[in-house]
């Protein structure tokens, strides 16, 4: 592989741009990330419907808890998907890079960071606490004193979640594809907590505001992919918005499709952010135009060139090398 040619054109991108490019990476590598999101969201979703079926009525999809059951699986879902995604983050870390890697490639990579996922996705960014407020939310009936619990249950933990993910959204990223260890004493690799600290500080204010954006164009596109997917549902059975099969099956596809598509949009801003402060734009080029120059000076002496390939970890790594 040639250092200026890569999956993804290396530069930097505004806000509209790097949707556009989440939307087509989506659109080209739409097997495989539905695949790895059916098999990371499997057991969330399983999770979710047990402890949510008992509260839906089979034909009208009343029910007689505190909140809306719709309401129930957007907040799981909303903290269970970057743990759950994390192997969408691993592919997708292969392929921008040209590189198709083999199931056992990403499943290892996966459990790799396996204590850092545990304690960075699934305790801080509140998806284990969220799997225990949804085993207690059969329980949680309107004349049971566990509804107030649950209720303040999740208002102590979605906004800490929140804020955890807006002002570092790049866990999974930093976790999967840059794999920092716990602790570092050389200085010219830091530790996970100081590789945290150096990517999201210096981009705070774009981040965080890009964040917002997204969170808005999430929410129009789970109600623009569930009121389609119910609408065509309605037309096949004969049962339109809101029955127990929708709430049951059409609401959380449309949950994890967003979510699987955010997944995406975030490494696509990922990207965006180191390509800003390592300058790999600049690195790109000047390698290139290096190799372009050696090439040259060869082929004038007459000399045939090797045949050699640049692996996409290698040219990761010299990339970050050059930005160092």
């Keep these: 592989m040639r250092l200026d040619r890569t999956h993804v054109r290396i530069r930097e991108r505004n806000v509209l741009e790097v949707i556009d490019l989440a939307m087509r990476l989506f659109r080209v590598h739409f097997r495989p990330i539905a695949l790895l999101a059916a098999v990371g969201a499997a057991p969330w979703i399983l999770l979710d419907d047990l402890t949510t079926i008992g509260l839906i009525d089979p034909l009208d999809g009343t029910h007689d808890v505190p909140l809306g059951v719709q309401f129930y699986q957007l907040l799981a879902v909303l903290v269970q998907a970057p743990l759950a995604l994390l192997p969408v983050t691993v592919y997708l870390g292969h392929a921008v890079f040209d590189e198709s890697p083999s199931p056992r490639r990403i499943l290892a990579d996966t459990f790799r960071g396996a204590s850092k996922s545990l ?87 774009e981040t965080g505001g890009r964040g917002i954006l997204f969170a808005l164009l999430a929410g129009s596109m789970v109600w623009v992919c569930y009121v389609g997917l119910g609408s065509l549902w309605g037309l096949a059975f004969h049962h339109f918005l809101p029955t127990g099969a929708t709430l049951r099956f059409i609401w959380p596809l449309a949950l994890w499709t967003v979510a699987a598509l955010m997944t995406v949009v975030r490494f696509v801003n990922y990207l965006d952010v180191r390509i800003r402060q390592e300058g790999w734009e600049v690195e790109l080029l000047m390698r290139a135009e290096g190799r372009h120059l050696e090439e040259a000076h060869r082929a004038s002496l007459g000399i045939v060139p090797e045949s050699t390939s640049t692996s996409p970890v290698d040219l990761l790594s010299a990339i970050e090398e050059g930005a160092s």
């Design 119 to 205: 304690v960075s996705l699934g305790m801080l960014r509140g998806a284990i606490p969220s799997a225990l407020l949804m085993l207690m939310l059969p329980l949680a009936s309107n004349d049971s004193p566990l509804a107030v619990l649950w209720v303040l249950g999740w208002w102590g933990l979605l906004p800490l979640v929140l804020f955890i993910r807006w002002v570092r959204p790049f866990a999974p990223e930093v976790i999967a594809l840059e794999r920092p260890p716990w602790s570092s004493p050389a200085p010219d690799q830091p530790s996970f907590a100081q590789r945290m600290g150096q990517i999201h500080a210096g981009s705070f204010a």
